[in-house]
């Protein structure tokens, strides 16, 4: 993706497409695939997707602000969702936490799906009790399971009592389960899940053939004060049929061009979710 690539897009959202692996679209039409005319009724809503142009790792979704990036990604997440029910009894789904995604939470949670045969489980959390107001699976009940969402079957790290080695194994025993979806945020450090830059358990995660495994990020800034966490391994992302990355703002932006132009795992390790393991793209939402 070359930066140039994203300023014409962005320039061009609502005119005609001027650029080879630049498209322009409607997002009503996903929101009436999806059945959200009510919730997201904005005529002129549209966004510039930006198809990268060797590999075919990933497809840039370019929103013209953030009430159109909220609902366009809420909707693609519903529609993998939906997919993934019309074929299996169940469905599963991986979220991140963070302030990023609780707005297309909050949306999500609305979508008329069959909620009570949707699993959801965390990409990766906090050492904390599920109720602290700092932990993930606190931002996932508040913001996700509400409305109709609220008839899915959570799946919390942490519990009372419970050890993290404890923790580890029963997030794995789950993960070994394939995901329909997963909803990956990142960092402006570039860390995805709970792997962050040059931490010093990174190598041990990276080469981990469990879906997840317990970290130390102490010294990383972007771990801020919470340096004990479980957090998903590229083996668990392998087990995700499709990946969403909810991005906002220009220094996320930049920083994601700096990752594709280093090409460093360890130093960007957000590039794991664009591995040529995955046979479908990862399909990046942004907004400024």
Request: hydrophobic share 45%; net charge positive; aromatic share 6%.
């Amino acid at each position: 993706m070359r930066r140039t690539a994203v300023a014409d897009a962005h320039a061009h959202i609502g005119r005609h497409p001027s650029a080879t692996g630049i498209s322009i679209r409607r997002t009503q039409r996903a929101a009436d695939a999806c059945d959200y005319p009510v919730m997201f009724n904005h005529a002129t809503a549209t966004e510039v997707v930006i198809h990268e142009p060797h590999a075919g790792r990933y497809a840039l979704h370019v929103h013209r602000n953030a009430e159109v990036w909220t609902w366009a990604s809420a909707i693609a997440i519903a529609a993998e969702l939906r997919r993934e029910l019309m074929r299996r009894p169940r469905a599963r789904m991986l979220v991140a936490g963070g302030d990023t995604p609780a707005s297309v939470y909050r949306a999500l949670s609305k979508a008329p799906l069959q909620w009570d045969r949707v699993d959801v489980a965390l990409v990766d959390e906090r050492w904390l009790q599920p109720d602290d107001p700092d932990s993930n699976a606190w931002l996932v009940r508040t913001h996700l399971l509400q409305h109709h969402a609220a008839q899915a079957r959570f799946e919390p790290m942490t519990q009372p009592g419970r050890r993290i080695e404890e923790a580890v194994a029963i997030a794995s025993a789950h993960g070994l389960q394939p995901a329909s979806v997963a909803v990956l945020g990142m960092g402006s450090d570039g860390h995805l899940a709970s792997l962050f830059p040059r931490m010093r358990d990174l190598d041990r995660a990276l080469d981990s053939r469990q879906p997840y495994v317990a970290v130390d990020a102490s010294g990383c800034v972007g771990a801020q004060q919470w340096s004990r966490r479980i957090s998903l391994t590229p083996t668990g992302l392998r087990h995700s049929r499709s990946r969403v990355l909810l991005i906002r703002g220009r220094e996320k932006l930049d920083a994601f061009e700096y990752a594709l132009a280093s090409g460093d795992v360890e130093s960007w390790p957000v590039l794991l979710a664009l591995g040529d393991s995955f046979e479908v793209p990862l399909q990046i939402h942004w907004c400024a």
